[in-house]
T-cell receptor, first 116, second 111 residues
């Protein structure tokens, strides 16, 4: 049973460019969340997708956008890259079940983005 | 969501029990307490979750007092491989699962 997978592993871009990161959720999961983790900091929530719609969004500008496909996989797009966008981008999958007492999220290994 | 406070770092030795305490004075009635572990260059991994009293699994124990304003993650007989960052999270995840991470506690296990 494959866990959460992300691609690419590493990426180097220059300021102003655009980037697309990809995520495949754990088998059986239908919800994907994206997080940004700067060096030495905890992950920061970007947004969450369920049924191909953005359900929640953190405090990130519109340069950050996403998409979820019918097979539950997801993409994170970042436009007009800034130096400050350099971080580890984590994808987490879970099962959207209304009324559950908790929601364990399974994280992928992340994509390391470096903006020069 | 309730804010959490935990020590920035802790040191321990192999074979010792490690207790990491987290304060969450503003915890709400519907909030659960969750701990994640993160190794360098990896995503966080769920360790344990609880609402009140004590929860134990094969990895750790979680102690929550009656007022729920704090919690303690207990790792029995740590090994070098337990060196990681440990995050305490508090929130109502019943419908959304939006996780709010703080800075976490960096645990260094020494031989």
């Amino acid at each position: 049973d494959a866990g959460v997978t992300q691609s690419p592993t590493h990426l180097i871009k220059t300021r102003g460019q655009q980037v697309t990161l990809r995520c495949s959720p754990k088998s059986g999961h239908d919800t994907v969340s994206w997080y940004q983790q700067a060096l030495g900091q905890g992950p920061q929530f970007i947004f969450q997708y369920y049924e191909e719609e953005e359900r929640q969004r953190g405090n990130f500008p519109d340069r950050f956008s996403g998409h979820q496909f019918p097979n539950y996989s997801s993409e994170l797009n970042v436009n007009a890259l800034l130096l400050g966008d350099s971080a580890l981008y984590l994808c987490a999958s879970s099962l959207w079940t209304s009324g559950r007492s908790y929601n364990e999220q399974f994280f992928g290994p992340g994509t390391r983005l470096t903006v020069l | 969501l309730a804010k959490t406070t935990q020590p920035i770092s802790m040191d321990s030795y192999e074979g010792q029990e490690v207790n990491i305490t987290c304060s969450h004075n503003n915890i709400a009635t519907n909030d659960y307490i969750t701990w994640y572990q993160q190794f360098p260059s990896q995503g966080p991994r769920f360790i344990i979750q609880g609402y009140k009293t004590k929860v134990t699994n094969e990895v750790a124990s979680l102690f929550i007092p009656a007022d729920r304003k704090s919690s303690t993650l207990s790792l029995p007989r740590v090994s070098l491989s337990d060196t990681a960052v440990y995050y305490c999270l508090v929130g109502d995840y019943s419908n959304t699962g939006k996780l709010i991470f703080g800075q976490g506690t960096t645990l260094q296990v020494k031989p």
